[in-house]
């Protein structure tokens, strides 16, 4: 049958504003990631809020196919392409503001169609300039002032995917950013444009890579280096390198705690007396949803929560949950904050790792040191009324 231009061109303009609205509506809802799914009648659309993924549309399928070319002509992608994966960057500005958003697009082939993952870069992430309104412990504030003096030695903030570690590292460079001090920055991408940083970007396919971008960023002079993430052997030792030579070092490693990062850097097969040198601080983190302020109330823990959350005898006092209502649309949560782990690593730590102690004894020294473990932290956010007992459980290890 003959297809009149006009009503396709209509239609690919229906999808056009489809696609607009949902990354809008994205944006404003504070999402870190649009997820869109085709299944064999329908496809939707998901929007990850706080870490929880939820559902927020659904369409017939057959208009998924104009979203998905539409969404790759705005990423500059391939449209005849449904075979391969493919990874794009969408520039978004919607309506009528100055400010552009940086999208990072993600189309993965399945057996039938493609997925597509946008995830939302900066947006309306929270920015934090102050450590304790992240959720750092006020001890663990004061003695992250003094290792930000020195001008030399390894910072490194750890966990998993989407656990604030950029976010952290950023906070970071907010506070040792000053005309006295030339930070540049190497990341993957760069997410977020700070005023008074040197900011780069690796371009792989080049060959401008993190070791390669490392070797020139150490003839600019650099007082402070922020590598985007150290995961190859090759990264490792240039980045010891570079925290050795004189400059503050900052990256960070997909490791689930701060001793689980040592272990890592032995792995890279490095000498253990080079990594014990270079490092000043290991940071562990996750992010955990805070109870929801306007329908808080006091919880009684049932005994297997107390079990599994392994909350000690002495610090079972009072816990809290959110009810459920408007303002959180009843999840009992409203948004996230961070639990840390702050290994400072001392003379005593620094020998254990150089004599091949077990990590258990590499720990012990750490507590000993004042170090609070992530379930620690988490427990202590929770008999304060920040988050939950099965938040603790759900996001941090169990130790
Ligand atoms: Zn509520």
Request: charged content about 25%; glycine content about 8%; some cysteine.
């Amino acid at each position: 049958m003959f297809k009149s231009p006009i009503k396709q061109k209509l239609k690919q303009t229906k999808a056009t504003e489809w696609v607009n609205n949902i990354i809008s509506r994205g944006i404003n809802s504070g999402a870190s990631d649009i997820h869109i799914d085709p299944y064999r009648n329908e496809f939707i659309v998901r929007f990850r809020v706080d870490g929880i993924l939820h559902k927020i549309d659904s369409q017939l399928i057959d208009f998924f196919p104009r979203v998905i070319s539409c969404l790759k002509i705005m990423a500059n992608l391939d449209i005849t392409e449904h075979r391969i994966p493919q990874d794009g960057h969408i520039l978004f500005s919607s309506g009528g503001t100055l400010e552009s958003i940086d999208l990072r697009v993600s189309v993965f082939p399945l057996v039938i169609n493609e997925a597509v993952v946008i995830r939302i870069l900066g947006g309306k992430n929270i920015f934090f300039t102050d450590f304790e309104k992240l959720g750092v412990h006020a001890d663990d504030a004061e003695k992250l002032k003094d290792v930000l003096q020195r001008s030399s030695g390894m910072i490194l903030s750890t966990g998993p995917g989407g656990t604030g570690k950029t976010t952290t590292l950023y906070t970071i460079l907010h506070n040792l950013r000053s005309q006295q001090k030339n930070i540049v920055t190497l990341e993957d991408p760069v997410e977020y444009y700070v005023e008074g940083l040197r900011q780069s970007q690796v371009r792989p396919e080049i060959g401008f890579d993190f070791v390669d971008g490392l070797k020139s960023i150490l003839r600019q002079n650099p007082d402070v280096i922020m590598i985007g993430e150290i995961r190859d052997d090759k990264t490792a030792e240039a980045s010891i390198r570079a925290s050795l030579l004189g400059s503050l070092f900052l990256s960070t490693m997909h490791t689930s705690n701060s001793v689980g990062t040592i272990v890592r850097l032995l792995e890279f097969d490095l000498p253990p007396s080079f990594i014990a040198s270079s490092l000043s601080l290991i940071i562990a983190q996750r992010l955990v949803r805070v109870i929801c302020p306007y329908c808080i109330a006091e919880d009684k823990p049932s005994a297997k929560v107390l079990e599994l959350s392994k909350v000690p005898k002495d610090k079972q006092t009072r816990f809290f949950k959110g009810m459920g209502c408007g303002h959180c649309e009843g999840s009992g949560y409203s948004g996230r904050k961070g639990i840390f782990e702050f290994m400072f690593i001392n003379k005593n730590i620094q020998q254990l790792v150089i004599s091949g102690a077990p990590f258990t004894d590499i720990e012990e020294a750490a507590k000993l040191n004042g170090m609070h473990t992530l379930r620690e932290e988490a427990i202590r956010q929770a008999g304060v009324g920040a988050t939950t007992l099965e938040e603790v459980i759900r996001v941090t290890p169990n130790d």
